[in-house]
């Protein structure tokens, strides 16, 4: 997710104040999280063999708590999300309804 990447060779980065292109690395961090973590999984897709819409249908694990402290630069505390709902499509990539699953907060 956050991994760095090298920007070199054809790929370099191009520096305004040195109005040429250099060798770069670009990465990524996180300042502040949000209190509520909604993580949308695109479960669609486009096959261009056949032209056609395709609904994924790996099977996925979702974990219970989720510690996301990794995303952090600098930190050292826990950043724990708890898992409180799921919604769950059930049909094609064509159509199909949607499910909610919702923690009650006590189980």
């Excluded at 999280?33 to 032209?51: G, K, Q």
């Excluded at 989720?66 to 709902?85: I, K, N, P, T, V």
Aim: charged share 20%.
């Amino acid at each position: 997710l956050l991994t760095e990447e090298m920007m070199d060779g054809d790929n370099q980065w191009f520096c305004e104040a040195l109005d040429r292109k250099v060798d770069a690395v670009r990465f990524s961090t996180f300042e502040k999280i949000p209190t509520i973590l909604c993580i949308h999984l695109s479960r669609f897709t486009f096959d261009y063999a056949s032209m056609q819409r395709k609904k994924v249908s790996d099977i996925i694990s979702i974990p219970e708590a989720l510690d996301l402290s990794f995303l952090m630069s600098g930190c050292s505390e826990s950043l724990d999300y708890q898992l409180y709902a799921v919604c769950l499509h059930s049909g094609t990539a064509h159509g199909g309804h949607y499910h909610a699953f919702v923690s009650d907060g006590e189980t």
